[in-house]
């Protein structure tokens, strides 16, 4: 298998656990926070936010939550720039859209990172895409450390959701 198959199938586990997560899920399943927790909403925004960031900055393209005019339809009082790190619990739970939103949001972004990756030539990973750490970071490096993240949220929303359902029955 080359990096390219590698990195899209990992990916692709991420967009088939949120469309998991979300399907079917009501607004207040999607909004609910037990203990404070970042809710199933936020977490599946936050973590394609982060993607769509992170790719887009990676690969030199715009951003598709401008781009595309999805900050528009979502229409969160947060900055345009804003991805959830370090949101306070009001930010969080000022995070609200329903399951449509988010999945069509989550699926072309998923939808482009595909086209990136995709084309992905394995000496690419070698190149420094953010110099404010030491070391700077690869693209390699940045793109295994947005999948790990994807991958703990969604997985973290999953877990939400059990708990909720379990409660709810």
Same mark, same amino acid.
């Given at each position: 298998?080359?990096?390219?198959?590698?990195?899209?199938?990992?990916?692709?586990?991420?967009? +088939?656990?949120?469309? =998991? /997560?979300?399907?079917?899920?009501?607004?207040?399943?999607?909004?609910?926070?037990?203990?404070?927790?970042?809710?199933?909403?936020?977490?599946?925004?936050?973590?394609? =936010?982060?993607?769509?960031?992170?790719?887009?900055?990676?690969?030199?393209?715009?951003?598709?939550?401008?781009?595309?005019?999805?900050?528009?339809?979502?229409?969160?009082?947060?900055?345009? =720039?804003?991805?959830?790190?370090?949101?306070?619990?009001?930010?969080?739970?000022?995070?609200?859209?329903?399951?449509?939103?988010? =999945?069509?949001?989550?699926?072309?972004?998923?939808?482009?990172?595909?086209?990136?990756?995709?084309?992905?030539?394995?000496?690419?990973?070698?190149?420094?895409?953010?110099?404010?750490?030491?070391?700077?970071?690869?693209?390699?490096?940045?793109? /295994?450390?947005?999948?790990?993240?994807?991958?703990?949220?969604?997985?973290?929303?999953?877990?939400?959701?059990?708990?909720? +359902?379990?409660?709810?029955?």
């Amino acid at each position: 298998m080359d990096v390219a198959a590698l990195l899209v199938d990992g990916y692709g586990r991420v967009a +088939e656990e949120v469309a =998991r /997560v979300l399907d079917g899920a009501d607004a207040e399943l999607l909004t609910a926070r037990p203990d404070d927790a970042n809710s199933i909403g936020w977490l599946v925004w936050h973590l394609t =936010r982060v993607q769509d960031d992170h790719l887009a900055d990676a690969f030199d393209v715009p951003q598709l939550w401008v781009a595309d005019g999805w900050a528009e339809r979502f229409g969160l009082a947060l900055p345009v =720039r804003d991805t959830g790190y370090g949101h306070s619990g009001d930010q969080v739970a000022a995070v609200v859209a329903g399951a449509d939103l988010l =999945r069509g949001y989550h699926e072309a972004v998923h939808a482009r990172s595909v086209d990136l990756l995709g084309a992905l030539e394995p000496a690419a990973l070698d190149r420094v895409v953010d110099t404010r750490w030491d070391p700077p970071v690869t693209l390699g490096v940045r793109l /295994v450390s947005v999948l790990a993240d994807d991958l703990q949220h969604v997985g973290q929303a999953a877990y939400l959701r059990g708990i909720l +359902e379990r409660a709810r029955s």
